[in-house]
């Protein structure tokens, strides 16, 4: 089955400045990624995602990137802010089968 | 829309006792799933439902069983809880073939047994 390995565990930013987590998979096969932001005690909610068919993504200050050689994707924050503050979730999909998620990242802004 | 509607919310068990944790969404989603959240281990896969009467072993079955009588309804049964299965539980469902894969969580069930 599929085995998503994510980077760092734990991130500490200053506000302002960037963040980039890193997501690698296992299964070639795999060819949707989808990145979820979890707030303490709440549901994870889906920030963006990308398909192997697209190299990149970009939605305002957050932006992924993937590459299928590598087998590895990236979440890319810019401006960080207070509310980026949060646990983030890289997942794996080949179909339907349900997404294998890492085992997520602390993102940590610091004032 | 309510959306994915799970409960109970919060849960203590006995070891050996049994449960249903309910799930319910109203967005005609075709695709239901029961996760697990342990700290740090991400979360993990139960089972799954591709529509009513179908259901499918994820990654960590055992211990589980579903049932999916209806497209609204994806109840998670524990059969002779153990302190193992101390977890959150999220349901979740998705709207797949339209070229999405989102998944829409509840809320979560905190259960702890002891």
């Known amino acids: 089955g599929e085995n998503v390995e994510q980077h760092p565990s734990t991130l500490s930013v200053q506000e302002g400045d960037s963040a980039v987590i890193k997501c690698t998979y296992s299964?070639?096969?795999?060819?949707?990624f989808p990145w979820y932001k979890q707030e303490l005690g709440k549901r994870p909610q889906l920030i963006i995602d990308?398909?192997?068919?697209?190299g990149e993504k970009k939605d305002q200050r957050i932006a992924v990137t993937l590459n299928k050689t590598a087998k590895h994707f990236s979440l890319h924050i810019t401006e960080t802010q207070p509310e980026d503050s949060a646990v983030y979730f890289c997942?794996?999909?080949?179909?339907?089968?349900?997404?294998?998620f890492g085992k997520g990242t602390h993102l940590i802004i610091q004032p | 829309n309510a959306g994915v509607t799970q409960t109970p919310k919060f849960r203590i068990l006995k070891i050996g006792q049994s449960m249903t944790l309910q799930c319910t969404q109203d967005?005609?989603?075709?695709?239901m799933y029961w996760y697990r959240q342990d700290p740090g281990m991400g979360l993990k896969l139960i089972y799954y439902?591709?529509?009513?009467?179908?259901?499918d072993k994820g990654e960590v079955p055992n211990g589980y069983n579903v049932s999916r009588s209806t497209t609204e309804d994806f109840p998670l049964r524990l059969e002779l809880a153990a302190p193992s299965q101390t977890s959150v539980y999220f349901c979740?469902?998705?709207?797949?073939?339209?070229?999405?894969?989102?998944?829409?969580f509840g809320e979560g069930s905190r259960l702890t047994v002891l």
């Open positions: 979740a469902s998705s709207l797949t073939g339209q070229g999405t894969w989102e998944l829409f």
């Open positions: 299964d070639s096969a795999s060819n949707y």
């Open positions: 990308i398909r192997s068919n697209v």
């Open positions: 997942a794996a999909s080949n179909g339907a089968d349900g997404l294998t």
């Open positions: 967005m005609n989603h075709n695709y």
């Open positions: 439902s591709v529509g009513a009467g179908i259901t």
